[in-house]
Structure formats: structure tokens, C-alpha cells
């Protein structure tokens, strides 16, 4: 935690340097699962999603015009899946989290009154915090294994609907989906890929004259 705070005050100074008009909190509620193919390509099975949670920090400016800004940030992310196989008769669970830096567009695509609805689209690196794998009854952890120390990539679309509250804040929901891969196959050859859907709830805050209505 203590470099997730240092993260957060990088992108405050940040922020401030880049004299971005909004700035913008956002957490909830991710479905995600792994797929993982070794160096035969043979793919494990049984795998399930699970239920995880994430917070995203950013800001938000123009890019061209009002109608397309540009938005970056940093995030905090959980990924996990369990499975099982029967004819092993074993259990087995994984759970990640990773800190990422992000960048894309967003694109307003509606406007109503107070109301608007916009799409977005983000690329990511991440890189992992912590994470365990279980196995049976049986915890390891799993940071600096070969299978998951190298970054992701992660690409996400969204869509999400607005409220502007007042002139300095608004509110939103979005559900994204995005898919993240590996920047190079891990020392065993293993192929590793996240998937996550998320549900999310925000706050965005107007720091400049002139920001968005």
C-alpha cells in the first residue's frame, strides 16, 4: 500500500503539470477470469470467473474540441479464476493485483441537457503488486514466479452516462471490457491472458474554468 500511496502522489503532481481541466475517481466491481496456455499450447480447462474490485484515479482534458478529450490516470486492479480438476481431484485459485498507468480517449457521443453518454477506450500497462495461487490447501505466492512477472498490456472499451450535478461535478456509470496479454512469453514458454468486465461508479471533479457542461 505504501506504493500505491506514492503512486497516487505522483499523479497528483502530475496532474497539476499537465493543468488537466477534470479530474476523476472511479471504482467497482470487475468479473475477470485468466487463460493460460503452456508451451504446448494446450490450454488449462475448468476455469471460472470470479468477483473482484478496482479503483481507477484520472483526469480528463481536451483533446479535440469539447466532443473528444483525452484521459489518463493511474489504477489499482484485482484479477482472479478458480478451477478445479476431477480427475486430479485438486482445487485451485488465483488471485492478482496489479498497478497500472493508462491512456486513451474519450469520446462524447450524446449530449442531453445534464445528461450524456460517452465512449472510451484505454491501453494500460500493469504490473503486478501481490498475488497467491492456491492449490488444495496450499498458498503460495506467486510475485516474481516466471509464469507472471512480466507486465500486461491491457486494452478496455467503455461506455458510460453522465450527470452533470453542477458546473464542478458530475456523476457517472460505466461498464467496460477489456482483455490483457503478456508483453513476451514467460522463461517456460507459458502463454498468460486476463479478461475483466467491470461495473463501475465515479465522481468527476471540474479544476479549471471553462471545463466541460
Known amino acids: 500500500m505504501k506504493l500505491f500511496y506514492l503512486i ?6 502530475s496532474t497539476c ?13 470487475s468479473i475477470t477470469s485468466f487463460s493460460f496456455r503452456d508451451v504446448f499450447a494446450d490450454e488449462l480447462d475448468n476455469l471460472r470467473s470470479t468477483n473482484h474490485t478496482y479503483i481507477d484515479l484520472g483526469y480528463r482534458g481536451k483533446l479535440f474540441g469539447e466532443q473528444v478529450q483525452f484521459i489518463g490516470g493511474l489504477g489499482l486492479h484485482t484479477y482472479g479464476t478458480i478451477g478445479s480438476d476431477n480427475t486430479q481431484n485438486t482445487y485451485f485459485e488465483w488471485e492478482t493485483t496489479y498497478a497500472s498507468i493508462y491512456g486513451g480517449i474519450d469520446i462524447r457521443v450524446i449530449q442531453a441537457n445534464r445528461f450524456s453518454f460517452h465512449v ?9 503488486m501481490q498475488g497467491t495461487r492456491v492449490l488444495n490447501n496450499e498458498v503460495l505466492d506467486i510475485k516474481g514466479r516466471e509464469d507472471f512477472d512480466t507486465p500486461i498490456i491491457f486494452l478496455r472499451g467503455a461506455a458510460s452516462f453522465e ?10 456509470l460505466q461498464y467496460r471490457y477489456g482483455q490483457g496479454t503478456q508483453l513476451e512469453k514467460s522463461a517456460s514458454g507459458g ?7 467491470d461495473f463501475g461508479l465515479g465522481l468527476i471533479f471540474s479544476i479549471k474554468e471553462g471545463a466541460s457542461q
Open 191 to 197: 502463454e498468460l491472458t486476463y479478461f475483466a468486465q
Open 17 to 29: 503539470a499537465l493543468n488537466a481541466q477534470e479530474l476523476f475517481v472511479e471504482g467497482g466491481k
Open 163 to 172: 450527470y452533470r450535478i453542477n458546473s464542478y461535478m458530475a456523476a457517472f
Open 120 to 128: 472510451r477506450a484505454t491501453v494500460a500497462p500493469e504490473f503486478l
Open 8 to 13: 497516487i502522489s505522483f499523479f497528483t503532481i
